[in-house]
């Protein structure tokens, strides 16, 4: 199994499962994430999911022994970006928070996965590497997109073109990612994070993603509109009702998740 799946209370683990080649990606385990995904999707009772990998790694991007240029032509790159990019549209798309325990190197096409996450801690001894321009490619699965936006114009330039590694603390000091952790800790810290996520308003977090989302493209006013209409979304849900219950009350919510 290229992709490991755990049932939790009210989320489930998706990890990575390669670790003898650190996690590197391939088609098989592009199709696995999916079906992972889809599947926690499809469920009710998950409410949030923690991404990470098995090993020493988190992901080495695309398993580079698939895709050596052969007598028979150049790899169809195109085709395995299909598969990729599919993971990374219904990372995006989930309606329910997904958190990232970057437990070791994150590179190429794995920086990416993990960055395409909503929350990512990372091991300190983690690092991540937009190692595309060793191999002469650009930085896919979303970095173009990613990174100008989490770490500005001229950091994103520059982990792209000289694809230095760029340690879990530094990452997070710039913005790439919400906080590094002490290695030891970074699991339990991850189960803790993402369960307590999976008892907060999932309607209303999942509604927050998509004004985030839609902010990237939005102008103010597009986005006044857009924040008016998933408001009045959100207000309608039972989570709604309880929170503000429970705060008049002076107890903690008890929220389901749905509508
Ligand atoms: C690997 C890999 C790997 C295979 C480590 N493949 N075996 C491209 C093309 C097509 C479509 C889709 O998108 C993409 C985007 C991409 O992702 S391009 C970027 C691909 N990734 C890389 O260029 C990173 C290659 N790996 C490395 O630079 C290093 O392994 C890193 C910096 C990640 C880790 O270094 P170390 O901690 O020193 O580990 P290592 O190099 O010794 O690796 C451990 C093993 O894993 C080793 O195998 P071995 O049999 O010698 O123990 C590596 O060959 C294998 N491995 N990455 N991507």
Redesign the pocket.
Same mark, same amino acid.
């Given at each position: 199994m290229t992709a490991l799946v755990e049932k939790h209370a009210g989320y489930r683990q998706i990890t990575l499962n390669r670790p003898?080649?650190?996690n590197?990606?391939n088609a098989e385990m592009g199709d696995a994430l999916m079906v992972a995904l889809a599947e926690a999707e499809a469920d009710p009772a998950c409410r949030a999911i923690l991404v990470t990998g098995a090993g020493? /790694?988190f992901c *080495? /991007?695309? +398993?580079? %022994?698939d895709?050596a240029v052969s007598d028979a032509g150049p790899?169809d790159?195109k085709g395995?970006?299909d598969h990729?990019n599919a993971v990374i549209r219904k990372l995006r798309g989930l309606p329910m928070p997904v958190v990232c325990a970057v437990n070791g190197?994150a *590179? /190429? *096409? %794995?920086a990416n996965l993990a960055l395409a996450c909503d929350i990512v801690l990372a091991a300190k001894s983690a690092n991540f590497?937009q *190692?595309?321009s060793?191999?002469g490619?650009i930085p +896919?699965?979303g970095g173009t997109w990613f990174l100008p936006r989490l770490v500005g114009m001229a950091r994103a330039r520059a982990l792209a073109i000289l694809a230095e590694?760029l340690p879990a603390e530094r990452a997070a000091e710039w913005g790439l990612i919400w906080q590094a952790i002490d290695d030891d800790r970074l699991m339990e810290a991850a189960h803790a994070l993402t369960a307590r996520l999976a008892k907060q308003a999932t309607i209303g977090i999942a509604l927050t993603k998509r004004a985030l989302d839609a902010a990237e493209v939005n102008t103010l006013d597009a986005q006044l509109d857009l924040e008016r209409d998933l408001q009045d979304e959100a207000g309608h849900t039972s989570d709604y009702a309880e929170g503000v219950r429970a705060f008049l009350e002076k107890r903690p919510p008890n929220f389901t998740g749905q509508r």
């Open positions: 003898d080649r650190l590197a990606l020493r /790694g *080495a /991007g695309q +398993d580079l %022994g895709v790899p790159l395995l970006l990729y190197v *590179a /190429g *096409a %794995g590497v *190692a595309f060793r191999i490619l +896919d699965c590694p």
